[in-house]
């Protein structure tokens, strides 16, 4: 499914574009937004594929928002006004709607996004299947991560740090701490505060409420987190 979001100042359209998300199958509503600062704030806790966005917008155009984010989700324009075409594109939007549009050019616009995204989680996949890693996109660019040099992620905002064995600087990403969990096999890695997931594999010392992590990097232990840790602890426990 593609989890999608759409932008729009406008009541009407914002409930157009919901009855066209739930006639088209692969296409799953998140969330409807009247305001690009509203968008921002959401994308913050929330997995998005894929944005419905109107250039013209009181607070802040949709072109302007999108342009203010760093690792946007796939973007599909909506306006008014054709002359945004153009500079539209020129931000790699994958389409542009010219309201009013109906259902029949939706869902072309809707294809062309499954289309990227079939063709971008395929290539991640089978990557991932052939050597164990993770990609993430970062600074317009794509970069592959072994799970195994994976040393912890540690969260900021909405952005991580994946810190890298061996690696001086860590990877960011725009991304949240719950889909990249979702993504590490949980025997091998495991989230022991709110900002931090840690591999079990690079820990070097266990004191006083913390973990130091090989590197000499030390990361707290939160309390919602110390009874499942223990747990894990006291399995690997050999001595007293």
Do not use: W
């Amino acid at each position: 499914m593609i989890r999608c979001i759409a932008v729009d100042d406008e009541p009407l359209a914002l409930r157009q574009i919901e009855t066209y998300i739930s006639k088209v199958p692969y296409l799953d509503k998140v969330a409807l937004c009247s305001s690009a600062s509203e968008a921002t704030k959401l994308l913050q806790n929330e997995s998005v594929d894929l944005m419905f966005v109107d250039i013209n917008m009181p607070d802040i155009s949709g072109m302007d928002f999108v342009k203010s984010l760093d690792n946007p989700p796939m973007v599909i324009f909506t306006t008014a006004y054709s002359e945004y075409a153009v500079e539209g594109f020129r931000v790699d939007a994958v389409d542009y709607l010219l309201k009013p549009f109906g259902f029949e050019d939706f869902q072309k616009s809707a294809a062309k996004a499954k289309k990227l995204f079939d063709q971008q989680n395929a290539v991640s996949a089978i990557a991932a299947q052939a050597d164990d890693a993770l990609f993430f996109k970062t600074d317009y660019k794509v970069v592959r991560v072994p799970m195994d040099k994976i040393l912890l992620v540690e969260g900021m905002s909405e952005y991580l740090k994946i810190h890298i064995d061996g690696e001086k600087d860590p990877v960011i990403v725009l991304l949240s701490m719950k889909k990249l969990q979702e993504r590490l096999p949980s025997d091998k890695f495991m989230r022991i505060h709110k900002s931090y997931i840690i591999a079990l594999s690079k820990i070097r010392e266990v004191s006083k409420g913390r973990v130091i992590m090989t590197g000499g990097f030390t990361v707290p232990i939160g309390d919602m987190y110390k009874d499942e840790f223990n747990a894990y602890l006291d399995s690997k426990f050999l001595g007293r």
